[in-house]
């Protein structure tokens, strides 16, 4: 065995460049970034994004594509099935089912966008002042919730139509008085939960007031689940719209919704199956939609899954 | 030498569902101009609530003033309400915390964060950039 000789060299502390170790190595990118790079690997979230965006653009200018109008009646061609003149078919007062669909595609993306809106604003201030404040503030404020959520909604809309009539807005509005809750307890869960955050406390003994905390702080950090929730209400909307309109309480003639088509389909199922299949498959459809996205978006925003 | 600060006799406690637990009793100190006071003290002990209560962020209830004043510039810290402590708190008392990973908000970037107690204190502009100055 050959001995190795040491010198004092070999002890020498290995030249360290201080300003080389520290630069930053990769980009830095912002949360949303991170959250959109990691979206993007979910094929199926994507694929549900595809499907919203064309059946956003059908509800824009899909009524006016096949040239026909969805209140237009043509009693010499009624019933008729799928054909190059009416690409999805008639209904039984000929009115073309193609233009209805779009048009009901329309009215049922705006009320479930809107009501999901509208929940979403009342369910985040309602629920992060309930949460953050605590004590007395919370427990009025969420017995008030209760109570407006033990109100059966059906209830509701009936009271509704007798005092406002029946429309679009009487359902949002109805939709909306039962709906948010459940969005003012998720945002309150998460509040009270995040309020005890260190990054809290700094900020407040930057001197930071209450609004600002609450605003600028705590809710964007809850913006995860509180989209997640938005995609999953958008959906439950548009299908109680359905429903609504399938029991008659809904959309007002002659204006079309999926639910209304469904409903006017059902009489004459067993001879005419292709006038309930596409509302029907529509629905389905914007449902899978939202509900794929929704799923992608709780993995994408989920900050402690990053990679 | 100027006398900034001085604890008098303060004592802090906490409720809590079994009884009166009191993190901070009879603390008194002072603190003058140029001066640098350092407490030292086994976890537990209280200095972390000694220093919160000067700043006034310890969360009312549970916890409470028991005794002593916090004497500021001549003024009292514990009659001050909340909103005269929020001009308070990042100008005239600042707070370095422990913990960075837990400090920091992760939505907010580091530039916001830093500059957000200038921006509250002193009427800086949010567009323009803020040039940080300091002397040893």
Known sequence: MSQQQLTNVDFEPLHIDHAE???????????????????????LALTGIV???????????????????????????????????????????GRDIFARTWDGARISLFIGLTAAFLDLIIGIIWGAISGYFGGKVDEYMMRIADILSSL?????????????????????????????????????????????????????????????????????????????????????????????????????????SWGVMTSEALGSFQYFPYQLFFPAFFICLTMLAFNVIGDGLRDALDPKDRK | MKKILSVQNLSVSFDTYKSEVKAVRDVSFDLHERETLAIVGESGSGKSVTAQS???????????????????N?????????????????????????????SLNPTMTIGKQITEGLIKH???????????????
């Open chain 2, 122 to 136: 002193q009427n800086m502009n949010k567009k323009k950039p803020i040039y940080l100055e300091w002397s040893c």
């Open chain 1, 51 to 93: 499907v919203l965006l064309f059946l956003g653009f059908m509800a824009a200018f899909g009524a006016d594509i096949s040239g026909e109008n969805f209140r237009d009646n043509d009693l010499m061609s009624t019933n008729q099935a799928p054909s190059s003149d009416h690409w999805f078919g008639t209904d039984n007062l």
């Open chain 1, 152 to 256: 059966p909604y059906l209830l509701v809309v009936i009271l509704l139509m007798v005092v406002m009539g029946q429309g679009i807005w009487t359902m949002i509005i109805a939709m909306v008085i039962t709906g948010w809750i459940n969005m003012a307890r998720i945002v309150r869960g998460q509040v009270m939960q995040l309020r005890s955050e260190e990054y809290v406390l700094a900020s407040k003994s930057l001197g930071a007031g209450n609004s600002r905390l609450l605003f600028k702080h705590l809710v964007p950090n809850t913006l995860g689940p509180i989209l997640v929730t938005l995609t999953l209400t958008v959906p439950n909307a548009i299908f109680t719209e359905a429903f609504l309109s399938f029991l008659g309480l809904g959309v007002p003639m002659p204006d079309s």
């Open chain 1, 21 to 43: 170790s520290e630069k930053i190595v990769g980009k830095s990118t912002s949360y949303w970034k991170d959250a959109w790079r990691r979206f993007r690997k979910n094929k």
């Open chain 2, 54 to 72: 000067i700043m006034r962020l310890i969360p009312m209830p549970p916890g409470k003033f028991v005794s002593g004043n916090i004497i500021f």
């Open chain 2, 74 to 102: 001549e003024e009292d810290l514990i009659q001050k309400s909340e909103k005269q402590m929020e001009s308070i708190r990042g100008k005239e008392i600042g707070m370095i915390f422990q913990d960075p990973m837990t």
